[in-house]
């Protein structure tokens, strides 16, 4: 199984892709698309779908996971992460792959067994987790391969449940 | 000019195309993109997107015009509402095509010459202004098309601002 994990925002997009055999992971590639905050607002969401859909079609994903954004406080800012989550929805919808989304804390625990890890601390973990020989970074990249270990994590699962009828 | 206005929502995305020659305005066609609540967030924002893709190939606007989103009060309804927002700014930018975007009180002035009227007051106007024999509905045609007539209106300031470095 191949994940695709993501950390969408419209000024940098984190994405990791996982590849699970069995209990084993392993990073494939990750990386983070960043956008020019002078550009109009259509131009940043094209930049980040056209790369999206770059790599939707060189991985070949079977899944990808993304992170249910905390949307306490700021209306604006959930707006703002709103329009690239809807721009990384949008291309994954449009290949017919399945998108799952997971908690802050359900992602820190399947990456450290604790659900109020640091940034730091999942980075390392990330980073152990996957046998990588240094933490990945930037933190969008670590945050969006920490998404896709815990689907891989979860995957069995949730497609249980699926088959169940229950929407994990 | 041809102007394409968008009311983007994940339940439903109006659209409305308008077409402006000197001060005449004329609606060319509008509707609604409705999808289903059942279905996972992905494939509602595919069918956003696939629907509006099919309507810029078809109308090949010169423009799109979107209402600013009022993001105050709830968190959750500003992400819903900017995933939406998402898809459809990424289909435009996919294309290269500007997104401009107003304040409903710039639209409502625009429409009616009041920044307060109320939702059956701007279907009225639109139906007038457009010279239509019945007011569009559903209404968020009718906002659709709103937008499209503020952005005819506005179009050759904005142009003007744009041509003076300002970003209207």
Redesign the interface.
């Known amino acids: 199984m191949v994940i695709l994990g993501l950390d969408p925002g419209t000024a940098a997009t984190g994405w990791g892709v996982v590849s699970a055999e069995g209990s084993r992971l392993r990073s494939v590639d990750y990386g983070c698309i960043r956008t020019d905050a002078h550009t ?11 790369a999206l859909d770059g790599l939707l079609e060189r991985f070949q994903p079977d899944a ?1 996971a993304v992170e249910e ?1 905390y ?17 990384a ?6 290949r ?4 799952a989304e997971y908690t802050v804390s359900q992602i820190k625990t399947a990456v450290s067994g604790y659900g109020r890890a640091d940034k730091r601390q999942v980075q390392l973990m990330v980073g152990a987790v996957l046998g990588l020989a240094e933490p990945p970074s930037p933190d969008h990249a670590a945050d969006a391969l920490a998404a896709a270990i815990c689907h891989a994590g979860q995957g069995p699962l949730a497609q249980r449940l699926r088959a169940a009828g229950v ?1 994990g």
């Open positions: 109009p607002p259509e131009e940043r969401l094209a930049v980040i779908a056209r990808v954004v949307v306490g406080g700021n209306p604006r800012t959930a707006l703002a992460v709103g329009q690239a989550r809807g721009a929805l949008t291309m994954a919808g449009l017919h792959i399945a998108v929407r």
